[in-house]
């Protein structure tokens, strides 16, 4: 059911920006959906979940905001055996409160940068704020692997390790070292890097979400932000755009 449901999304994210307008979701209910769509149980149930004064500065609605309208239109059809018990008044679906400081992805990087400066820093045996790969490799859990395991381990965390090494100095800083946990964080977990982290799993949820934003704004497509791009994320997930942020 979530991969069909997952398959739908993405036929209709025109522009595959990984959230839904309001023009895609109408045409995803009128054609998957035509009894709620034609009764009304549609249109009452996007105004609770993506009200429209939200929908001009929001981008769109995420995959968890379109679950919580799936949840409140099934509920709310004619012979629906769901009681609605998780159902959201608008009182009680944030919209504003997810922004900046008190937004989920907020509070999830922060905690994943607080675990992440421990692990650079216990990586950084020899205190001066540069780690190298050897320092890295040295960490790989080896427990309950065999040797080509642990050989595509070490082949990945060197190939990860020059695309991030950018000064060419053969040791990363602590912006490099994020480069890579970025990296390894999109095809794999950040338990292959760092073994002994008390927050792995923290780290990769919040890697995971940043994956998420940098795809969404990153509007042409080719894995670079541009100033504007990047402005229009600080705008619609932090509030505002920093002031030092030149």
């Known amino acids: 059911a979530f ?78 055996l769901l009681e609605g018990k998780y159902k959201r008044s608008p009182e009680m679906i944030r919209m504003p409160s997810e922004i900046g400081p008190d937004s989920p992805f907020w509070k999830g990087m922060a905690e994943a940068l607080v675990v992440l400066e421990e692990d650079f820093n216990r990586f950084d045996s020899e205190e001066n704020q540069c780690i190298d790969i050897r320092q890295i490799t040295s960490a790989i859990p080896i427990e309950g692997k065999d040797q080509v395991d642990i050989l595509d381990i070490h082949a990945r965390l060197q190939h990860y390790f020059t695309l991030v090494d950018v000064s060419r100095s053969r040791t990363l800083d602590f912006y490099e070292y994020l480069y890579m946990v970025f990296l390894t964080t999109a095809n794999g977990s950040y338990h292959e890097l760092v073994a002994a982290s008390r927050g792995a799993t923290c780290v990769k949820r919040a890697f995971v979400e940043l994956h998420k934003f940098y795809h969404k704004y990153d509007a042409d497509k080719n894995f670079r932000l541009t100033w504007d791009e990047l402005c229009t994320f600080c705008n619609q997930e932090f509030g505002a755009v920093p002031d030092n942020f030149q």
Do not use: W
Request: with cysteine; charged share 20%; net charge negative.
């Open 3 to 80: 991969s069909a449901m997952q398959k739908c999304v993405t036929k209709y994210d025109q522009d595959h920006n990984c959230v839904l307008n309001i023009h895609e979701l109408d045409e995803l209910f009128r054609a998957q959906f035509p009894a709620a769509f034609q009764s009304g149980v549609y249109k009452a149930a996007v105004d609770t979940v993506y009200p429209v004064a939200t929908r001009q500065d929001s981008g769109g609605l995420s995959f968890r905001k379109f679950m919580m309208l799936i949840y409140h239109v099934l509920c709310d059809s004619e012979n629906s």
